[in-house]
């Protein structure tokens, strides 16, 4: 097997069903053969190892700990899904204090152990907080941690196939920005269905206010749904998506979906939140973003729900004041 780099990937959480996932799907796209696993919970992760040893890959070295100098040392690239997990009845938010300390010590582990590290992904909800902790205590460049975000997108796209009864390829361009969770900003004005732009259809009797409102209600509860559905939060979604993610950092395939990253420019700073980027080998930048005017005011009502979580967990004492964070990063301007 031809691999995108032969570069040590490190899987965080690894024992769980998102890091497992992410582990195989690693390995199955290619990225590279040197595959470190790592979890606290000893038992579970050496049955992981076991299982993908059992799978039969060819030219790949799996390795297992649960010593995080250990894992980390030496990493190139890292896929982080070691937090809690959100249980029924449970928002992202509700994961917020426990989530935020786990989040402190990732970065500072990462800043000990792995300081030339070339790219983070951050899934571990509330993943815009979780992966903006990360960045300051890594003393990463903003570019070098991104957050999975392109859940919402993707969620979307699967909402407007099912409802126009269309394969999901003839879905194009579906994004949402903003913060990962139901106070995210759903876009109508970039998307496209069989070729018709959705801002020609909404209105219409193909598709009626009330019904896109409902559609739009539908992606902002599609992680609760899952819950419902099979009893447990999502695991195979976003495992593949992180590991496309990371697949991109390498200098592979491109990322097709909005990611999770440090946005500072004149109206939003400070923040990490899903907006339209380009992910290489050389990291994440940010591209233009526009929308509608009312697009544009449910993306301004996310960043302030941002700024809010994000101002808790300053007041929690897990961050200092903006004003400290050049000292803390002094990548962060």
Known sequence: MKFVTDEKLTIVGAAGMIGSNMAQTAIMMGLTPNICLYDPYAPGLEGVAEELFHCGFEGVNVT?????????????????????????????????????AIAEEFGKNVKEYCPDVKHIVVIFNPADITG??????????PSQVTTLAALDSTRLRSELAKYFQVPL????????????GE??????????????PLTEIIGTDKLPKETWAEIQQKVTKGGANIIALRGRSSFQSPSYVSIEMIGAAMGGKDFRWPAGTYVSNEKYDHIMMAW?????????????????????????????????????VI?????????EWNKLNPNIK
């Open 276 to 312: 339209e980027t380009e992910i290489s080998a050389e990291g994440c930048i940010c591209k233009p973003l526009a929308g509608t005017p009312d697009e544009e005011a449910a993306l301004n009502k996310s960043y302030a729900h941002l700024c809010e979580l994000r101002d808790e």
């Open 315 to 323: 007041a929690m004492g897990v961050l200092p004041a903006i004003s």
């Open 169 to 180: 390829d003839e879905v194009k361009n579906c994004r949402t920005y903003g913060g990962h």
């Open 132 to 141: 903006l902790i990360t960045l300051l205590y890594s003393g990463l460049k």
């Open 183 to 196: 106070q995210m900003a759903v876009f109508a004005s970039t998307a496209s269905v069989a070729g018709t």
């Open 64 to 100: 297992f700990t649960s010593d995080i100098k250990e894992a980390l040392t030496g990493a190139k690239y890292i896929v982080n899904s070691g937090g809690a997990a959100r249980k029924a009845g449970m928002t992202r938010e509700d994961l917020l204090k426990g989530n935020a």
